[in-house]
């Protein structure tokens, strides 16, 4: 197995070498999954850490009444499961589900948060790097908060285009996933919201190609 020269933020500040040297330490195991297979149900196990080699994929919820909701989209070098790791609450239907070929290495969490036999650096550094990247997510969480508390779809369409054009530093962006999948992201009908970008359109309000996505001055 080949490690990547910059699979993961997990990764960060731990050479080539030690990383290689962590798949028998972490006990790493390698899988491929077609587009729309389901990757890992955390509804049945929760100890597990999944790391994104190639493709992408969404975390999404799917309620008793069958509603399903994005948490999270993933690519390449994105991670999965350590929001959960610090959790025993059991019950909730939590998916990950490829949206392209995906291959994945997983972990079973209990084997970063134990002691290290060996006090490897590479081992406390792994450590540090899984909190930043809850601390990451967290403000993601939040961000999505903000996004859901807005009353219509246009004021959610525009506040999460907003974040999205800061992070990017412009104007312009491109949506993480497809429209589809960003109408489960808002929690609306995607009829209606693709309804909504219309008259957004028609206003010239922004403009929309695919997933690229321009906001005009005065938004």
Known sequence: MTVEKSLSPLFDGISPESRAAMKACFDVREQRFRADEVIY????HRDIIGILAEGSAVVERID???????????????VFGEMLMFENVAGDSITVVAQRPCRVWFMAASQVTK????ACAHHSRMVENMFQLVADKATALSERVEVL?????RDK????FSLLAARAGGSGFSLPFSLSALADYISADRSAMMRELKK???EHLLAVDGRAVTLYAGI
């Open 200 to 202: 957004m359109r028609e």
């Open 41 to 44: 149900d955390f509804a049945a």
């Open 149 to 153: 508390s807005r009353r219509s779809i």
């Open 64 to 78: 008793r009444q069958g509603g399903r909701t994005i948490l999270e989209h993933l690519e390449s070098g994105g």
């Open 115 to 118: 002691r290290c036999e060996n």
């Open 157 to 160: 369409l525009l506040c999460y």
